[in-house]
């Protein structure tokens, strides 16, 4: 194999380079759109060599309008018979995983036909299958809460190589970020996540279970990097990238270190005094946004006991009393479980789009 490029350069040049051309000379004037979007870890841009031994490699989506859908076949055909044998150096065939049939690996073909990785769809199409949702529909409060950040981020992350369409890149702006009422009601609900278990992490190790202290730590630093990307206005991909991607926000420089000490602390204490000095970021972070009266950044004990607390509880109110969306009003007025992405975190759940509406209902 050639030197490794990342695979969303790798998907521009197989578009531009080979696919482009058959296209034209096929299909002269086919309104269309190209793009490397979707779940994979070049699509998110974290793909590195580890990445190239399954389903990776010269690959592309076309997106086609509704009318232009019947010549899929025509289309792959074409590809399949005239796509030159590399790209970049990487073969353009994919096959058989030997030691995992029936995942796609790149293997050198000479000749065609090729068994190739452009595919064709239509806007629609890729919106129902990653969202289960209409692009022609509005999109409620309890729509943006009911999918996960991670589908949110595959269709919104990636890269767009050619829009002849219009309506790729209109949906791409159209999700790239919650609406600013849902916004809020996601931070109030991640601050009522801290409220909620700042004070048993210490409790639980005042009583000697070090074990059960540091699993609500863990829970707790967690929920601190959620408020960051939210805070940021980014959207957090599952769970395998989520710490990569968090070390790329702004905010990682000051919050890494603390949340890494509580990680590692072997004791309540070592693992309160981080968490306490990572809430505090959080705090400045919260004022700075401007979204509420400013609120107190420094820790304090929790009913007198030995146990300091940011009082997250104070901020998801605040937060929520900000609230003017009377859709997000009621949402909120029902509890603040937040997002699909706060109170799961099962896989299965996040990557069931056939299970939306059921989350929907959650809201009312």
Do not use: C
């Amino acid at each position: 194999m050639p030197s490794f490029i990342p695979g969303i350069e790798l998907s521009r040049r197989f578009y531009v380079e080979a696919v482009q051309p058959i296209l034209e000379r096929r299909w002269p004037g086919l309104p269309h759109a190209a793009a490397l979007i979707g779940s994979g870890s070049e699509a998110l841009g974290y793909d590195d060599e580890t990445s190239t031994d399954h389903w990776w490699g010269p690959m592309v989506t076309l997106f086609v309008q509704e009318a232009d859908l019947p010549l899929e076949a025509a289309i792959r055909q074409r590809m399949a018979e005239e796509l030159p044998p590399t790209v970049a150096g990487y073969p353009v065939n994919f096959g058989d995983s030997p030691a995992d049939p029936g995942m796609d690996v790149m293997q050198f073909k000479a000749q065609p036909p090729f068994k190739h990785h452009v595919f064709v769809n239509t806007v629609k199409g890729f919106t129902r299958a990653v969202l289960n949702w209409e692009p022609d529909d509005p999109l409620t409060a309890a729509d943006w809460l009911s999918i996960p950040a991670q589908s949110l981020l595959e269709v919104t992350a990636g890269a767009v190589h050619h829009d002849g369409i219009g309506a790729l890149t209109a949906l791409r702006e159209r999700l790239a970020w919650y609406p600013r009422d849902v916004w809020l009601y996601l931070l109030a609900s991640g601050w009522e996540r801290i409220g909620e278990e700042e004070h048993l992490m210490p409790r639980a190790g005042s009583r000697g279970d070090e074990l059960g202290s540091a699993l609500i730590g863990s829970r707790l630093a967690r929920d601190a990097m959620m408020l960051a990307f939210l805070m940021e206005r980014r959207y957090p991909p599952y769970p395998k990238w989520f710490g990569t991607a968090f070390m790329r926000l702004d905010s990682a420089r000051r919050l890494a270190p603390a949340l890494r000490r509580a990680q590692t602390a072997s004791d309540w204490q070592t693992r309160g005094a981080a968490l306490g000095e990572a809430f505090s970021i959080l705090a400045e972070m919260h004022n700075a946004l401007g979204i509420t009266d400013p609120l107190p950044t420094a820790t304090t004990a929790f009913f007198g006991r030995p146990f300091q607390v940011i009082q997250g509880h104070r901020f998801a109110e605040a937060i929520r009393a900000r609230i003017s969306d009377p859709e997000v009003q009621a949402i909120a007025g029902r509890g603040l479980i937040g997002s699909i992405d706060q109170f799961s975190d099962s896989t299965d759940l996040h990557e069931a789009a056939h299970l939306r509406p059921a989350v929907r209902g959650l809201y009312g």
